[in-house]
T-cell receptor
Framework: EAGVAQSPRYKIIEKRQSVAFWCNPISGHATLYWYQQILGQGPKLLIQFQNNGVVDDSQLPKDRFSAERLKGVDSTLKIQPAKLEDSAVYLC???????????FGNGTRLTVT | EDQVTQSPEALRLQEGESSSLNCSYT??????LFWYRQDPGKGPEFLFTLYSAGEEKEKERLKATLTKKESFLHITAPKPEDSATYLCAVPMIKAAGNKLTFGGGTRVLVKP
């Protein structure tokens, strides 16, 4: 079974620039999650999709972050404009519709300079 | 407020020196507690799910246990390859979609 795929693995941008991350979940997993993990901390949920719809985006900074999951499969997370405090690893995870456990990709490490 | 707290933040062990990690939670109506292992540069890897007090799960040198207020991850006779960050997570049933909330993790270093 192929795992959760994410790209790119690393990204370095300057503040106020924009960036996008891509995620392809495990086949058949209806639920997709984006987590932000700051160095030395546990992952924090940004947004959760169930098929095409958003279940929870209460911790997504909507003035600069956006996410979409077209056709209920892969997903894109965008940051525009980026701030220094957005430097983190962005993890994508997926699960069956019934819920956890979540299966994670290896993340995208974003550095904002 | 529902919370998940892990201790200690870091643990340095000699190879073969057994120890335990703690995950305490304050959430009503527990719907599972999840343990993950995370290696540097990788995403968290699922280890165990525990659902009820008294339940235990084992995998190689790891054993997870659950009480009504906390969970322990016991590492027996650890080897250097057990070095990783161990994360626990709990679904927050008051949140939409039973949001899975993680603790801050325990960084374990096992020296040969």
């Amino acid at each position: 079974e192929a795992g959760v795929a994410q790209s790119p693995r690393y990204k370095i941008i300057e503040k106020r620039q924009s960036v996008a991350f891509w995620c392809n979940p495990i086949s058949g997993h209806a639920t997709l999650y984006w987590y932000q993990q700051i160095l030395g901390q546990g992952p924090k949920l940004l947004i959760q999709f169930q098929n095409n719809g958003v279940v929870d985006d209460s911790q997504l900074p909507k003035d600069r972050f956006s996410a979409e999951r077209l056709k209920g499969v892969d997903s894109t997370l965008k940051i525009q404009p980026a701030k220094l405090e957005d430097s983190a690893v962005y993890l994508c995870a997926s699960s069956l519709e019934s819920g956890p456990p979540l299966h994670f990709g290896n993340g995208t490490r974003l550095t904002v300079t | 407020e529902d919370q998940v707290t892990q201790s200690p933040e870091a643990l340095r062990l000699q190879e073969g020196e057994s120890s335990s990690l703690n995950c305490s939670y304050t959430v009503s109506g527990l719907r599972g507690l999840f343990w993950y292992r995370q290696d540097p540069g990788k995403g968290p890897e699922f280890l165990f799910t525990l659902y009820s007090a008294g339940e235990e799960k084992e995998k190689e040198r790891l054993k997870a246990t659950l009480t009504k207020k906390e969970s322990f991850l016991h590492i027996t006779a650890p080897k250097p390859e057990d070095s990783a960050t161990y994360l626990c997570a709990v679904p927050m049933i008051k949140a939409a979609g039973n949001k899975l909330t993680f603790g801050g993790g325990t960084r374990v270093l096992v020296k040969p």
